[in-house]
């Protein structure tokens, strides 16, 4: 069974940076795409940033140029840099990733990390 664990997350000051990684592992063959989501309190999960084969990447409007979104294939794991980070970010982030297992692609999701932008 594939799982995707992330880790990175935490309490940093305005303007501050952090950087979010999510592994897959167990039993998979190929990563289509990762991605991450967040979600804040009484907000909907929105999609952050994602990256798929090929190394296209998509961000939301709200994070361009502050975030960066980046693959290692050999590790089967994406990260996410933050930076200049704004109280807004506050949120769960959640790793997402479509994974080939054998009986084909299937969605998963991480148990979410914390990030808390505050002074």
């Known amino acids: 069974q594939a799982q995707l664990v992330e880790s990175g997350g935490g309490l940093v000051q305005p303007g501050g940076s952090l950087r979010l990684s999510c592994a897959a592992s167990?039993?998979?063959?190929?990563?289509?795409?990762m991605a991450w989501y967040r979600q804040a309190p009484g907000n909907q999960r929105e999609q952050v940033a994602i990256i798929r084969n090929g190394g296209n990447t998509n961000y939301a409007d709200s994070v361009k140029g502050r975030f960066t979104i980046s693959r290692d294939n050999a590790k089967n794991t994406v990260y996410l840099q933050m930076n200049s980070l704004k109280p807004e970010d506050t949120a769960v982030y959640y790793c997402n990733a479509a994974l080939q297992t054998s009986l084909g692609y299937n969605n998963y999701w991480g148990q979410g990390t914390q990030v808390t932008v505050s002074s």
């Open positions: 167990g039993n998979f063959f190929s990563v289509y795409f």
